[in-house]
């Protein structure tokens, strides 16, 4: 149980485009979502928490215009960056959590690679 | 959430026991303590969580001190595979979304060796 998956696992881009990332809770219902991002040789950053059906909250020094996240359902939120840039390339996670009586552990996607040309 | 201290790496022996000490020693009463760990390129994954009490499950061990200030998260018999970074992250629970963030520090990259 608690798989989160993320789709495309890896996207290639042109300067200036934009990229749609997918994050889904296969097996429950994820109240919170998170997306993180994670530079080489870096730990994960925290970019912005979303709930379902309300506006996300974004990080201090997170463009909300450029990192546009949608979580319009308990299964599914999405990220995109808009007219991505080569500064833009990193490893990009998304978790989710649910809640319940005796756990709200945190359980991440595999990870999304994108390159910006 | 209360800051943690990591060595930045270990190295183990196939086979034995790998133990992977964190300190958090602001922690308050309401946090746990969390490990993870990320395997390169991948997505983080859980591995336990507690509060005061030891716990255990089928991946690892936390042994947590009696003042809480720090923790050892033991894999028993650790393999190839166990290498990876193991972040040990302190925060509250509650209810509302703004108190699940995970706050992420550089982690300890244990290494285990054949």
């Known amino acids: 149980g608690a798989v989160v998956s993320q789709h495309p696992s890896w996207v290639i881009c042109k300067s200036g485009t934009s990229v749609k990332i997918e994050c889904r809770s296969l097996d429950f219902q994820a109240t919170t979502m998170f997306w993180y991002r994670q530079f080489p040789k870096q730990s994960l950053m925290l970019m912005a928490t979303s709930n379902e059906g309300s506006k996300a909250t974004y990080e201090q020094g997170v463009e909300k215009d450029k990192f546009l996240i949608n979580h319009a359902s308990l299964t599914l939120s999405t990220l995109t960056v808009t007219s991505a840039h080569p500064e833009d390339s990193s490893f990009y996670i998304c978790?989710?959590?649910?809640?319940?009586?005796?756990?709200?552990?945190?359980?991440f996607g595999p990870g999304t690679r994108l390159t910006v040309l | 959430d209360a800051k943690t201290t990591q060595p930045p790496s270990m190295d183990c022996a196939e086979g034995r026991a790998a133990n992977l000490p964190c300190n958090h020693s602001?922690?308050?009463?309401?946090?746990?303590v969390y490990w993870y760990r990320q395997i390169h390129s991948q997505g983080p994954q859980y591995i336990i969580h507690?509060?005061?009490n030891n716990e255990t499950n089928e991946m690892a061990s936390l042994i947590i001190t009696e003042d809480r200030k720090s923790s050892t998260l033991i894999l028993p018999h650790a393999t190839l595979r166990d290498t990876a970074v193991y972040y040990c992250i302190v925060r509250s629970r509650g209810p509302s979304g703004s108190n699940y963030k995970l706050t992420f520090g550089k982690g300890t990259l244990l290494t285990v060796n054949p």
């Open positions: 978790s989710a959590g649910r809640t319940s009586v005796s756990t709200d552990t945190q359980y």
């Open positions: 507690g509060l005061k």
């Open positions: 602001t922690i308050s009463g309401n946090e746990y």
